[in-house]
């Protein structure tokens, strides 16, 4: 059992360039998050899911996009790559326990570090 | 919005207790709180649900208090392994699985 999976872990770009970041879950989970960390700011929530074909902004969620077309993928879209988009990306999926509302703990994968230069 | 952590940072000699404050501005629904080691992925700790229900994870325990909508990460008899950055996640009952963060507390704790 693999978890969360990201793609590519490591990632150095130029402004003004474009990238896809993958994100791939095995345990059938219907959550799916895209956080960026950066230095003080803790975990900022980009875009998430409740669902296939769903996706919803988050408290970042400028200059990304998202897509979720099958149930155990979620990738992020940077179209025009800014030097403020350095930082630590990290996936996170999570299971929905019945309650429409709550979810049960998030597992997270082991990040991207992405460099804009 | 982003949920407001307490302290940001606090330095532990092994043994001694500490408390980590979590509080939103919005009526909570659920709240996570999360462990990350430096360099790794966060690591859950524990849910904790409406209805000020305290968990237990090792000598790590938590409250909530749906109704002053904040949250308490108790670390007792600390021990070497604590140290990490310690994050609160909540649910709020507005929204449908957004889980949001806090902007961390770093625990030191030095034998």
């Known amino acids: 059992n693999a978890g969360v999976t990201q793609t590519p872990k490591f990632r150095v770009l130029k402004t003004g360039q474009s990238m896809t970041l993958l994100c791939a879950q095995d345990m059938n989970h219907e959550y799916m998050y895209w956080y960026r960390q950066d230095p003080g700011m803790g975990l900022r929530l980009i875009h998430y899911?409740?669902?296939?074909?769903?996706?919803a902004k988050g408290e970042v969620p400028d200059g990304y996009n998202v897509s979720r077309l099958k149930k155990q993928n979620f990738l992020l879209g940077l179209e025009s790559a800014a030097p403020s988009q350095t930082s630590v990306y990290f996936c996170?999926?999570?299971?929905?326990?019945?309650?429409?509302?709550?979810?049960?703990?998030?597992?997270f994968g082991q990040g991207t570090r992405l460099t804009v230069v | 919005q982003q949920p407001v952590q307490s302290p940001q940072a606090v330095i532990l000699r092994e043994g001694e207790d500490a408390v980590i404050n979590c509080s939103s501005s919005?009526?909570?629904?659920?709240v996570h709180w999360y462990r990350q080691k430096h360099g790794e992925a966060p690591v859950f700790l524990m849910i904790l649900l409406k209805g000020g229900e305290q968990k237990g994870h090792e000598k790590i325990s938590a409250s909530f208090n749906e109704k002053k909508q904040q949250s308490s990460l108790y670390l007792t008899a600390s021990q070497l392994s604590y140290s990490g950055t310690y994050f609160c996640g909540t649910l709020t009952t507005d929204s449908w699985g957004k889980l949001q963060f806090g902007a961390g507390t770093q625990v030191v704790v030095t034998p």
């Open positions: 899911s409740v669902g296939e074909g769903t996706t």
């Open positions: 919005k009526a909570l629904y659920s």
């Open positions: 996170a999926s999570s299971y929905r326990n019945g309650d429409l509302r709550l979810n049960t703990e998030a597992f």
